[in-house]
């Protein structure tokens, strides 16, 4: 496995995934931004110490991940050998405090990211309508009264309830007592559709060129496990765990993708079974190694998938005789722990490039956390095969 490092600040070989740790409660699934996925939660410390702990944190991700000179403040003063505290004449780098802290490092970085991207699209609309209006001799405003505003119907008594019906346990009042307060919030909707709509209008004839992109991560990944062209030049690297459900939910999307994008596009599966929380993700991880052992690692990984009612030891065995493995063999593999260390790379691997839980995608290294919408990767991928073509 090579070194893997993000981009900015550098991330070296780290701490090793927990069997279990003993700080922790299991979590089925979480909710994040939309995204669902499997991950570690954390057991509640009193009020003040978590407040505490959290702003110490905060700031500490803060000074490592976020470039200082944005906020116009000098730097933390920091050797040029990275040296920033001794303990009995041991020394403390500044590179230590990574691997603990990739993590929440990635995610502030992308928080950073959307942050910085939300508001670049809000000025280049702004641009782009001030550039339109100052052509016609008007303001913004008035651009968009006349071109928007004005050709905004308002909405028919049926939307209205149609609204007022989705929203009613909300309301709690009748719907004649908020009908017309319901009837401009609709007609605002309509509006804000119709001046995006607008503004993309002018942009598909404008040549607009963003050229900030999002944080990146280099991710090590193992060319035996890989679906798809192996020279394809956009990479999909995947965090999984067979017996989470939103990894299972995440196939449908991957194999859309790889249709999608044939010949572009590959993914490569690494394992990170969360064992605490998932009890038959390990074993099942190592009897996918088995498959592989076989040439047959794919067919088992959609195997499992398919039903992951049967990853005890007997069905993982029986999964492995459907699909014509050598059972003896296969047996054998798994009964010694063969592939326990590998596992344990492709774990060690996850926790250094900041994976919070399961799935994990790394496209081209960028981080994509838990089901996302189909939509949501294609944008990615579409933005770096035209990096590629530009490279051309």
């Known amino acids: 496995m090579k070194t893997v490092r993000l981009q900015r600040p550098m991330l070296k070989p780290g701490r090793q995934f927990p069997a279990g740790p003993t700080t922790s409660t299991r979590a089925q699934g979480e909710t994040t931004g939309g995204a669902k996925f499997c991950r570690w939660r954390l057991k509640p410390p009193a009020l003040k110490t978590m407040r505490t702990a959290t702003l110490n944190l905060l700031h500490l991700c803060l000074a490592l991940a976020l470039p200082l000179a944005s906020f116009g403040q000098a730097s933390p003063h920091v050797n040029s050998d990275g040296l920033i505290a001794t303990v009995g004449g041991q020394p403390i780098y500044e590179q230590d405090l990574l691997p603990k802290l990739a993590p929440k490092l990635l995610e502030l970085r992308t928080q950073e990211y959307q942050m910085k991207s939300t508001a670049l699209e809000e000025l280049i609309g702004q641009r782009l309508l001030e550039a339109e209006a100052k052509k016609r001799g008007l303001s913004a405003e008035q651009l968009l009264e006349q071109e928007v505003e004005s050709k905004v119907a308002d909405p028919s008594d049926a939307e209205v309830e149609g609204y007022y019906l989705a929203i009613k346990n909300q309301v709690n009042q009748p719907f004649q007592d908020v009908k017309s307060v319901l009837q401009k919030g609709v007609k605002s909707l309509h509006i804000q559709q119709a001046r995006q709509d607008y503004v993309d209008s002018?942009?598909?004839?404008?040549?607009?060129?963003?050229?900030?992109?999002?944080?990146?991560?280099?991710?090590?990944?193992?060319?035996?496990?890989?679906?798809?062209?192996?020279?394809?030049?956009?990479?999909?690297?995947?965090?999984?765990?067979?017996?989470?459900?939103?990894?299972?939910?995440?196939?449908?999307?991957?194999?859309?993708?790889?249709?999608?994008?044939?010949?572009?596009?590959?993914?490569?599966?690494?394992?990170?079974?969360?064992?605490?929380?998932?009890?038959?993700?390990?074993?099942?991880?190592?009897?996918?190694?088995?498959?592989?052992?076989?040439?047959?690692?794919?067919?088992?990984?959609?195997?499992l998938f398919a039903d992951q009612s049967k990853l005890d030891e007997a069905g993982l065995v029986q999964t492995a005789r459907g699909l014509g493995l050598d059972e003896k063999s296969f047996q054998s593999c798994l009964n010694a722990g063969k592939f326990k260390s590998q596992i344990e790379q492709d774990l060690q691997e996850g926790n250094k490039v900041g994976a919070a839980g399961t799935p994990a995608f790394f496209i081209d290294g960028i981080y994509v956390n838990g089901v996302r919408p189909e939509a949501e990767f294609e944008k990615i991928i579409d933005t770096e095969l035209a990096a590629v073509r530009r490279k051309l």
């Not at 993700?281 to 959609?302: L, M, V």
């Open 202 to 303: 002018l942009r598909a004839k404008t040549e607009v060129v963003v050229l900030m992109r999002p944080p990146k991560v280099e991710v090590a990944y193992d060319p035996a496990r890989v679906r798809g062209d192996a020279k394809a030049p956009v990479t999909i690297v995947e965090f999984s765990d067979f017996q989470c459900p939103f990894c299972q939910k995440a196939q449908v999307t991957l194999k859309n993708l790889l249709a999608k994008y044939d010949g572009r596009v590959k993914l490569a599966f690494l394992d990170f079974p969360m064992r605490t929380l998932h009890p038959q993700a390990q074993i099942a991880a190592e009897a996918s190694r088995c498959a592989e052992e076989q040439g047959k690692f794919w067919q088992y990984h959609d195997a």
